[in-house]
């Protein structure tokens, strides 16, 4: 080969190694960019990571016969502070017998501790999930026995306004109406006297 030829191979040669060694950069770094949307994909996201943590609520000034908003799983959670009178209409056997399930024997309505005449832990305060079992719509709170608009049968509890379902102050379901079942009561633990960790069950275990 002529000293020219050399020359010329040589420059050639080094054009194609750098460009080896850039297509070579350029595609892991493409590799690596496409990896990162993949990589996050699998990992859960912060709404949902959210959405798993139990929430705690304090409600000290709740007064009797009021109630409490939270958000849980992106669900409303009421807490509601029954009078006395309310509690003694949940255990009359009148009251019960307009019930569809007053022993709330659908087991996944709500958890076990929970199934009772009150359901709930501590017998003054109930935490429900207010989403008609029909069709989701929040019912509305109506507490005020006989209403002219809900009648004499009326003891106080919530009222669906889409299709008219009626539950009591236990969040029980009346007898004849479109909705099927009890509304849940939510797992839930109590951390002090006026306050819940919802979203834990009564022996500390996450659900």
């Keep these: 080969m002529s000293d020219r030829a050399d020359k010329n191979a040589k420059p050639h040669a080094a054009r194609r190694k750098l460009l080896i060694s850039a297509t070579s950069a350029v595609g892991a770094a493409g590799l690596a960019a496409a990896s990162v949307p993949f990589i996050a994909s699998m990992a859960p996201s912060g ?3 959210a959405a798993s943590v139990p929430v705690d609520a304090e409600f000290s000034g709740l007064k009797a016969g ?11 959670v ?35 501790y929970a199934r009772n005449a ?32 809900l009648g004499p049968d009326w003891d106080g509890g919530l009222f669906c306004p889409c299709h008219g379902s009626k539950f ?8 004849n109406v479109p909705a099927p079942t009890n509304l849940v009561v939510p797992p839930h633990r109590y951390l002090a006297e006026t306050k819940v960790s919802i979203g834990e069950d009564a022996e500390g275990a996450q659900s």
């Design 47 to 49: 709404r949902a990571r």
């Design 66 to 76: 009021e109630r409490l908003t939270v958000e849980w799983r992106g669900k409303p």
């Design 78 to 112: 009421w807490i509601v502070r029954r009078t006395e009178a309310m509690l003694k209409t949940l255990e009359k056997p009148a009251h019960q017998a307009r019930l569809a399930d007053p022993r709330s024997e659908v087991e996944r309505q709500q958890p076990e």
């Design 118 to 149: 009150f359901r709930s832990v501590k017998p003054t305060y109930l935490v429900l999930v207010p989403i008609c079992t029909h069709l989701g719509c929040v019912p509305t709170f109506r507490p005020e026995p006989a209403p002219p608009d």
């Design 168 to 175: 009591d102050l236990a969040g029980r379901v009346y007898r």
